[in-house]
């Protein structure tokens, strides 16, 4: 076998390995949850991280579609600006706890969001 060959074969490894990198990465991350998490509590909770996600974009489009485009706001403008910020504020605090105490479920999400995507690209 020439340097060609090697390098051709080698390239050709790498490639089928990363193929199958995302859909492995999938199934262990499914294993483990299946082992720390009942079925139900993760449906559950799974469907409580999509909707503080849902929550979260709904809080920023009613925040940005709120902004005027003027430089001078009146008071009624800067209070209701504020009220959807402390909201966004809010709803991203709700996520981050959910994150820290669900750290494989949100691996999972993102799994699932990545191998979904992959299969359109």
């Not at 090697?6 to 859909?23: F, N, Q, R, W, Y």
């Not at 509590?41 to 709120?66: F, H, P, S, T, W």
Request: glycine share 2%; with cysteine.
């Amino acid at each position: 076998m020439d340097q060609k060959q090697v390098e051709a074969l080698t390239k050709s490894l790498s490639v089928a390995t990363d193929k199958i990198h995302g859909p492995l990465n999938a199934l262990a991350l499914v294993k483990l949850v299946d082992a720390f998490y009942a079925p139900d509590d993760r449906m559950l909770l799974l469907k409580q991280i999509d909707d503080a996600y849902v929550a979260c974009n709904v809080a920023y489009e009613a925040m940005a579609a709120g902004t005027p485009t003027a430089r001078s706001w009146t008071d009624e403008q800067k209070s209701e600006h504020q009220r959807l910020l402390n909201a966004k504020v809010e709803c991203d605090r709700v996520v981050d706890e959910l994150r820290k105490e669900h750290k494989l479920l949100f691996r999972l999400r993102d799994a699932r969001d990545t191998l979904s995507k992959s299969k359109y690209e």
